[in-house]
């Protein structure tokens, strides 16, 4: 009892360390994308981190809940390069977003790879159900916002799976290849991607803001 007490002492100290979480995380990030999510264990995170056992579960639900906590992060990096004012139209939205993708994984590599890897996970593995049930909660907001630009006769009256996909699908494709492979650089691309995205879904007819 003594020493369980002790133990429990220490994992309480050792989860209160200024910089644990961030450490858990970033060791984390580095095993997910040397050895794959799968492949990846606690144990292994702890090694690599430093962190005792009672720490990782202090910050998160499992390894799952340290996935969630890496998506969060990336998600939110890619909303501070894109994101749009709430009142901007349909074409600043969705270009924004665009080249908020780009120019963020073209900046943060790591990060993408392993986002793009959780998106297909997900879909199978009842362990990333934190990271599954986030997807769909941003995919549902911007399904809703795509329907009220179709209501307003700004975009195509696509299903928003059709929509996402080839808004946001030569994007990915492009961050997909080998750096070495990409061209033109980032911004370039990133400009060039937003414009067909949007050429792919406004109403025949509209203008551009331009």
């Given at each position: 009892?003594?020493?369980?007490?002790?133990?429990?002492?220490?994992?309480?100290?050792?989860?209160?360390?200024?910089?644990?979480?961030?450490?858990?995380?970033?060791?984390?990030?580095?095993?997910?994308?040397?050895?794959?999510?799968?492949?990846?264990?606690?144990?292994?995170?702890?090694?690599?981190?430093?962190?005792?056992?009672?720490?990782?579960?202090?910050?998160?639900?499992?390894?799952?809940?340290?996935?969630?906590?890496?998506?969060?992060?990336?998600?939110?990096?890619?909303?501070?390069?894109?994101?749009?004012?709430?009142?901007?139209?349909?074409?600043?939205?969705?270009?924004?977003?665009?080249?908020?993708?780009?120019?963020?994984?073209?900046?943060?590599?790591?990060?993408?790879?392993?986002?793009?890897?959780?998106?297909?996970?997900?879909?199978?593995?009842?362990?990333?159900?934190?990271?599954?049930?986030?997807?769909?909660?941003?995919?549902?907001?911007?399904?809703?916002?795509?329907?009220?630009?179709?209501?307003?006769?700004?975009?195509?009256?696509?299903?928003?799976?059709?929509?996402?996909?080839?808004?946001?699908?030569?994007?990915?494709?492009?961050?997909?290849?080998?750096?070495?492979?990409r061209k033109p650089g980032a911004r370039h691309a990133a400009e060039?991607?937003?414009?067909?995205?949007?050429?792919?879904?406004?109403?025949?007819?509209?203008?551009?803001?331009?």
């Amino acid at each position: 009892m003594a020493r369980m007490a002790r133990e429990e002492a220490a994992d309480m100290r050792d989860g209160a360390a200024p910089g644990r979480r961030e450490s858990i995380l970033t060791a984390a990030l580095g095993l997910f994308l040397e050895r794959g999510y799968a492949a990846t264990s606690i144990a292994d995170v702890r090694a690599a981190s430093g962190a005792s056992t009672g720490s990782i579960y202090h910050f998160f639900t499992g390894k799952g809940g340290i996935a969630h906590a890496l998506l969060t992060e990336a998600v939110a990096g890619w909303s501070a390069v894109g994101n749009a004012p709430p009142d901007a139209s349909a074409e600043v939205a969705i270009k924004a977003s665009v080249t908020g993708l780009v120019r963020w994984a073209a900046a943060n590599p790591g990060q993408f790879r392993l986002m793009d890897e959780l998106r297909s996970l997900a879909l199978h593995d009842p362990d990333l159900a934190e990271v599954g049930t986030a997807l769909a909660a941003g995919q549902g907001a911007a399904g809703a916002a795509y329907r009220r630009y179709v209501a307003a006769g700004h975009v195509k009256p696509l299903a928003w799976p059709v929509a996402h996909a080839v808004m946001l699908g030569p994007a990915y494709a492009w961050l997909r290849l080998p750096a070495e492979s990409r061209k033109p650089g980032a911004r370039h691309a990133a400009e060039l991607l937003a414009d067909a995205a949007w050429a792919a879904v406004r109403m025949p007819g509209r203008r551009s803001a331009r």
